[in-house]
């Protein structure tokens, strides 16, 4: 995940874009939060898909205006949603394979990459934060917060496996979250780049 602000150039207001870039594994869609179904024959696998389908970078942009630092800072929040799907296949034999778990972790800071204009600044990733806006009511999946910016891996998901089965299974978690820059803080006018990494782990 990439994050920028940039400036327009309005002074030393900050003003300009917030990117977060996310790296995508393909996988297919989900209906529900988390869901488990049958599968006839499946060995151990998963698979992640923050963003797109594809493989490919998705951009979610910010763009923190002089209507939002006047008369106060406003935090600056993306209509559309990103997509995190994590599908789990456990070998119907798999007994040692129980549990997934869902980390992200962020660098501390997005850097200034236009230093003419902020020099050596560096903007806490926890300025970053996001809505759940479809979250389990079993608390397993991905709930609101923001990027703890530690540098180490913050736990964000953990869901069980089925136990034993008469078939292979497939369990599925699925949300849908609103990212947001807090805008609490000026910082000078300039582009700022940084990066956080998604993983998942199946034990």
Same mark, same amino acid.
């Given at each position: 995940?990439?994050?920028?602000? &940039?400036?327009?150039?309005?002074?030393?207001?900050?003003?300009?874009? %917030?990117?977060?870039?996310?790296?995508l594994v393909?996988? &297919?869609?989900?209906?529900?939060?988390?869901?488990?179904?049958?599968?006839?024959?499946?060995g151990n696998?998963?698979?992640?898909?923050?963003?797109?389908?594809? *493989?490919?970078?998705?951009?979610?942009?910010?763009?923190?205006?002089?209507?939002?630092?006047?008369?106060?800072?406003?935090?600056? $929040?993306?209509?559309? $949603?990103?997509?995190?799907?994590?599908?789990?296949?456990?070998?119907?034999?798999?007994?040692?394979?129980?549990? %997934?778990?869902?980390?992200?972790?962020?660098?501390?800071?997005? *850097?200034? $990459?236009?230093?003419?204009?902020?020099?050596?600044?560096?903007?806490?990733?926890?300025?970053?934060?996001?809505?759940?806006?479809?979250?389990?009511?079993?608390?397993?999946?991905?709930?609101?917060?923001?990027?703890?910016?530690? &540098?180490?891996?913050?736990?964000?998901?953990?869901? /069980?496996?089925?136990?034993?089965?008469?078939?292979?299974?497939?369990?599925?978690?699925?949300?849908?979250?609103?990212?947001?820059?807090?805008?609490?803080?000026?910082? /000078?006018?300039?582009?700022?780049?940084?990066?956080?990494?998604?993983?998942?782990?199946?034990?």
């Amino acid at each position: 995940m990439l994050h920028r602000i &940039g400036s327009p150039g309005q002074g030393s207001a900050l003003a300009g874009a %917030v990117a977060l870039a996310l790296v995508l594994v393909p996988s &297919g869609a989900a209906q529900a939060v988390i869901t488990t179904t049958l599968l006839s024959l499946s060995g151990n696998r998963l698979t992640l898909r923050v963003g797109s389908a594809g *493989g490919t970078i998705d951009n979610v942009a910010f763009t923190v205006s002089g209507a939002n630092l006047q008369p106060s800072p406003a935090p600056v $929040t993306r209509p559309d $949603t990103v997509t995190v799907l994590l599908t789990a296949d456990k070998a119907l034999l798999a007994l040692a394979v129980n549990t %997934v778990r869902l980390t992200v972790t962020a660098a501390p800071g997005l *850097g200034c $990459t236009t230093p003419t204009s902020c020099g050596s600044t560096s903007i806490p990733f926890s300025t970053i934060g996001w809505v759940s806006t479809n979250p389990d009511a079993t608390g397993q999946d991905i709930q609101s917060g923001s990027f703890n910016a530690s &540098g180490s891996p913050q736990q964000l998901a953990q869901f /069980p496996l089925p136990l034993l089965s008469v078939l292979s299974a497939r369990t599925e978690m699925n949300n849908a979250l609103r990212f947001s820059y807090a805008n609490s803080t000026l910082y /000078p006018s300039g582009t700022y780049t940084g990066r956080v990494t998604f993983t998942a782990t199946m034990f």
